[in-house]
């Protein structure tokens, strides 16, 4: 599995227990408003899972907030050694 | 102390005390031994030399004008001794969590000045660079009968100190100093009840440990006492050593009963169940009439530092209403502000350790216990330490941690607050699982169980786990990073 599969997995496994779709998500789906529709108590969620999972979490370590899934899957591909 | 041993002794001096893994002990060898302990506080000859003079103070080691001991013991029969004999010579004696590591016993020992420890811990004993000294209490006992006449003599008049270490561990070490007579007079009116035996749940460091202490030597009954003291080794010694009577927190009990139906054992008959330390979760207390249904059932509210504040024994959780001061009860103890109680003359303690004592003023103290009014009762909801700020809204662990745990598939849980960047804090549940259950479906069932409380409250980090941190047998609910 790469970096990118699992921090995939890892969404994926937040919107399930989320009741959310899981389908049609893309690098491109947007995490608030249209998109996923997360709150800030979901988000919070979504950052302490992804915290538990790799360490960090774009929601705490990056400057500006991730917007999209591409963004949290771009956090870890930058953040991750080759 | 003292003079509830002597009074012990005199009325049953050959009723067993104490039984611990080294054997037991009368109330008559128990007072001996205390005024052994007490006359080697007074003997002015050297009762070591330090081994290495070179790197370590030359001189040897005098007990007679010490004023204040460390002691580091897990046999409570020795405990007893010490902190009778300790009592009885004048001097302020504090205990630590015996099995505590050197490397960390060795700070707590500085951040209280304690320059002489009594222990039998050999790895202490053997320390190479001994700073602060520590002394074997065992010789003591070798001779006692130059000290045993005094046994059956009028005891001295007791001016003892205690020092109790608190168990919260944010910020400064704090330690409450108490009065053995202040102490006692929580017990004064406790009458003999020699056929009791009281297991010793606490370790006897904590208050309410020394509670359970002077509540069993003022009823003249047993102490029962293993060492390790966890919810398990509990179990042993109601299984084996026919103990009648127990007092713990409500984390303690929980894990009792969780391990004494998970070994399928039968359990006996109580006469009294005594809960504290905690607020009590309406699930235990009904588990506890139904699986004790001959026992009474009491609860104690009080802290290290205002001592014993209410005593209720009618099986419902928290206390009447008619304890709190009002227009027909002007004199009450307890007061509510802002959702917290308040607590005025208490038999508490005389003031921290380093610091000059507190006037015993009519001044009205917070408690940091979180209350709530329920119909007749004054219910409590917690620490205000504990409570987590999610977003801006006020979450209290415990009605999440109550639903948690209610679940049949839940063993033992803990609701504690998470720092998160996004909201400031987060809900966090560690939930120990009971055996076969699949993680999803638990995850699935607690968010169910959750779906009542506002949203700001649900676990949004939910861990399954071996056993929940707990710290003097209390469930750890205090912020993490």
């Given at each position: 599995m790469t970096d990118q599969d699992k921090t995939l997995a890892v969404i994926t496994q937040f919107l399930t227990r989320a009741d959310k779709s899981t389908d049609d998500v893309s690098p491109t789906t947007g995490l608030y408003g249209d998109g996923l529709e997360l709150d800030s108590l979901e988000a919070a969620e979504l950052s302490a899972m992804l915290e538990d999972e790799f360490g960090n979490d774009p929601f705490s370590s990056g400057d500006e907030l991730p917007q999209t899934v591409g963004d949290i899957l771009a956090f870890y591909e930058v953040a991750a050694p080759a | 102390m003292i003079r509830l041993l002597s009074r012990a002794a005199a009325a049953a001096p050959d009723q067993v005390a104490v039984v611990t893994p080294e054997g037991s002990l009368t109330y008559a060898e128990l007072l001996r031994d205390a005024h052994a302990v007490a006359a080697a506080f007074a003997d002015p000859s050297p009762v070591r030399v330090?081994?290495?003079?070179?790197?370590?103070?030359?001189?040897?080691v005098r007990l007679a004008g010490v004023r204040r001991v460390a002691i580091v013991e897990p046999d409570a029969a020795w405990v007893l001794r010490l902190l009778a004999g300790a009592a009885l010579a004048g001097v302020e004696a504090c205990q630590y969590q015996p099995d505590t590591p050197v490397g960390e016993l060795l700070p707590q020992l500085a951040a209280f000045d304690h320059t002489l420890v009594v222990t039998r811990r050999?790895?202490?004993?053997?320390?190479?660079?001994?700073?602060?000294?520590?002394?074997d209490p065992s010789p003591v006992l070798i001779d006692p009968s130059p000290v045993s006449e005094q046994a059956t003599g009028?005891?001295?008049?007791?001016?003892?100190?205690?020092?109790?270490?608190?168990?919260?561990?944010?910020?400064?070490?704090?330690?409450?100093?108490?009065?053995?007579e202040i102490l006692a007079r929580t017990v004064e009116a406790v009458a003999p009840r020699p056929h009791q035996r009281w297991l010793l749940a606490y370790g006897p460091q904590q208050f309410a440990g020394i509670q359970v202490l002077q509540h069993v030597v003022a009823a003249q009954a047993t102490l029962v006492a293993p060492f390790p003291r966890q919810p398990r080794d509990g179990l042993d010694a109601l299984l084996q050593h026919d103990v009648t009577c127990v007092s713990a927190t409500p984390t303690y009990w929980r894990f009792l009963l969780t391990e004494a139906r998970s070994r399928g054992v039968e359990l006996p008959e109580l006469e009294q169940i005594t809960l504290g330390g905690e607020a009590i979760p309406p699930d235990l207390l009904a588990d506890l009439e139904r699986t004790f249904p001959t026992a009474r059932i009491s609860q104690v509210y009080a802290s290290t530092e205002f001592g014993s504040i209410v005593s209720v024994g009618d099986g419902r959780a928290g206390f009447g209403v008619d304890k709190l001061v009002s227009v027909e009860n002007p004199e009450?103890?307890?007061k509510i502000v802002d959702g917290e109680l308040h607590v005025r003359r208490t038999a508490g303690m005389l003031g921290y350790a380093g610091r000059p004592d507190v006037p015993a003023d009519?001044?009205?103290?917070?408690?940091?216990?979180?209350?709530?009014?329920?119909?007749?009762?004054?219910?409590?909801r917690g620490r205000d330490s504990d409570v987590i700020n999610v977003g801006g809204v006020k979450v209290h662990p415990l009605p999440v941690e109550n639903a948690i745990i209610a679940l049949p598939s839940v063993a033992a849980a803990r609701v504690f607050g998470r720092a998160n960047k996004l909201t400031g804090a987060i809900v966090a549940a560690e939930v120990v699982a009971v055996n076969g259950t699949d993680e999803e479906e638990l995850r699935r069932q607690v968010k169910a169980a959750v779906a009542d409380l506002p949203r700001a409250w649900h676990p949004r980090s939910i861990t399954l786990v071996e056993a929940i941190a707990t710290q003097g047998q209390k469930t750890v609910r205090r912020m993490e990073p």
């Amino acid at each position: 599995m790469t970096d990118q599969d699992k921090t995939l997995a890892v969404i994926t496994q937040f919107l399930t227990r989320a009741d959310k779709s899981t389908d049609d998500v893309s690098p491109t789906t947007g995490l608030y408003g249209d998109g996923l529709e997360l709150d800030s108590l979901e988000a919070a969620e979504l950052s302490a899972m992804l915290e538990d999972e790799f360490g960090n979490d774009p929601f705490s370590s990056g400057d500006e907030l991730p917007q999209t899934v591409g963004d949290i899957l771009a956090f870890y591909e930058v953040a991750a050694p080759a | 102390m003292i003079r509830l041993l002597s009074r012990a002794a005199a009325a049953a001096p050959d009723q067993v005390a104490v039984v611990t893994p080294e054997g037991s002990l009368t109330y008559a060898e128990l007072l001996r031994d205390a005024h052994a302990v007490a006359a080697a506080f007074a003997d002015p000859s050297p009762v070591r030399v330090d081994p290495s003079p070179v790197v370590g103070d030359p001189s040897p080691v005098r007990l007679a004008g010490v004023r204040r001991v460390a002691i580091v013991e897990p046999d409570a029969a020795w405990v007893l001794r010490l902190l009778a004999g300790a009592a009885l010579a004048g001097v302020e004696a504090c205990q630590y969590q015996p099995d505590t590591p050197v490397g960390e016993l060795l700070p707590q020992l500085a951040a209280f000045d304690h320059t002489l420890v009594v222990t039998r811990r050999p790895d202490l004993l053997e320390l190479a660079d001994p700073s602060p000294v520590f002394i074997d209490p065992s010789p003591v006992l070798i001779d006692p009968s130059p000290v045993s006449e005094q046994a059956t003599g009028r005891p001295k008049q007791a001016t003892g100190r205690v020092l109790i270490r608190t168990t919260g561990t944010t910020g400064e070490p704090k330690a409450a100093r108490h009065d053995w007579e202040i102490l006692a007079r929580t017990v004064e009116a406790v009458a003999p009840r020699p056929h009791q035996r009281w297991l010793l749940a606490y370790g006897p460091q904590q208050f309410a440990g020394i509670q359970v202490l002077q509540h069993v030597v003022a009823a003249q009954a047993t102490l029962v006492a293993p060492f390790p003291r966890q919810p398990r080794d509990g179990l042993d010694a109601l299984l084996q050593h026919d103990v009648t009577c127990v007092s713990a927190t409500p984390t303690y009990w929980r894990f009792l009963l969780t391990e004494a139906r998970s070994r399928g054992v039968e359990l006996p008959e109580l006469e009294q169940i005594t809960l504290g330390g905690e607020a009590i979760p309406p699930d235990l207390l009904a588990d506890l009439e139904r699986t004790f249904p001959t026992a009474r059932i009491s609860q104690v509210y009080a802290s290290t530092e205002f001592g014993s504040i209410v005593s209720v024994g009618d099986g419902r959780a928290g206390f009447g209403v008619d304890k709190l001061v009002s227009v027909e009860n002007p004199e009450a103890h307890l007061k509510i502000v802002d959702g917290e109680l308040h607590v005025r003359r208490t038999a508490g303690m005389l003031g921290y350790a380093g610091r000059p004592d507190v006037p015993a003023d009519d001044a009205w103290k917070p408690t940091g216990d979180l209350v709530e009014i329920v119909g007749d009762r004054v219910e409590f909801r917690g620490r205000d330490s504990d409570v987590i700020n999610v977003g801006g809204v006020k979450v209290h662990p415990l009605p999440v941690e109550n639903a948690i745990i209610a679940l049949p598939s839940v063993a033992a849980a803990r609701v504690f607050g998470r720092a998160n960047k996004l909201t400031g804090a987060i809900v966090a549940a560690e939930v120990v699982a009971v055996n076969g259950t699949d993680e999803e479906e638990l995850r699935r069932q607690v968010k169910a169980a959750v779906a009542d409380l506002p949203r700001a409250w649900h676990p949004r980090s939910i861990t399954l786990v071996e056993a929940i941190a707990t710290q003097g047998q209390k469930t750890v609910r205090r912020m993490e990073p």
